[in-house]
């Protein structure tokens, strides 16, 4: 599993917005990237660089994933908008508004959209957060 690829901040480009003052608000769903469903990958957007914390948004259109990969960094992922499928080891979840998972730097996970059937294409956003301090 060390061939895997191992994401930090940076990997993810330069945030749009920075910490440097005490408070910072974002509306996260008007922030999401736009995603192409004919892309296997979703559309990714860092939005926010700050003391202790880096914010990457997701947008998964229906059938789009991010293979096996690991995080730098401690981090936590909840969904925003829709539903998405969470794996980490022999475990999987499913994750919609409400739901977060924590997991420790370096653990290999995945995450997919399902598949949709129906005429719905709004995608799906995935708000990772990456604890760095």
């Known amino acids: 599993m ?4 191992t994401h930090s901040p940076d990997t ?5 917005h920075s910490g440097a003052t005490a408070l910072t ?5 008007d922030l999401a990237p736009d995603t192409d469903p004919q ?3 979703p559309g990714v957007q860092r939005v ?6 880096n914010l990457i948004l997701f947008s998964f259109a229906p059938g789009q994933c991010l293979p096996a990969h690991k995080a730098a960094h401690p981090i936590t ?21 409400g739901k977060i998972v924590h997991l420790p730097a370096y653990e290999v996970h995945n995450v ?3 598949v949709d059937d129906t005429s719905d294409s ?11 301090n």
């Not at 060390?2 to 690829?5: K, R």
């Not at 608000?25 to 769903?29: G, I, P, Q």
């Not at 709004?122 to 760095?132: D, E, F, G, H, N």
């Open 48 to 53: 926010l660089s700050a003391a202790g914390a």
């Open 25 to 29: 608000a974002l509306n996260l769903l």
């Open 2 to 5: 060390s061939d895997l690829p």
């Open 39 to 41: 892309r296997s990958r």
């Open 77 to 97: 992922v909840q969904v925003l908008r829709g539903e998405l499928r969470f794996g980490c080891g022999e475990d999987s979840i499913t994750l919609s508004p």
């Open 122 to 132: 709004t995608p799906a956003v995935l708000l990772l957060t990456m604890l760095t």
């Open 112 to 114: 997919e959209a399902a």
């Open 12 to 16: 993810f480009g330069t945030a749009s």
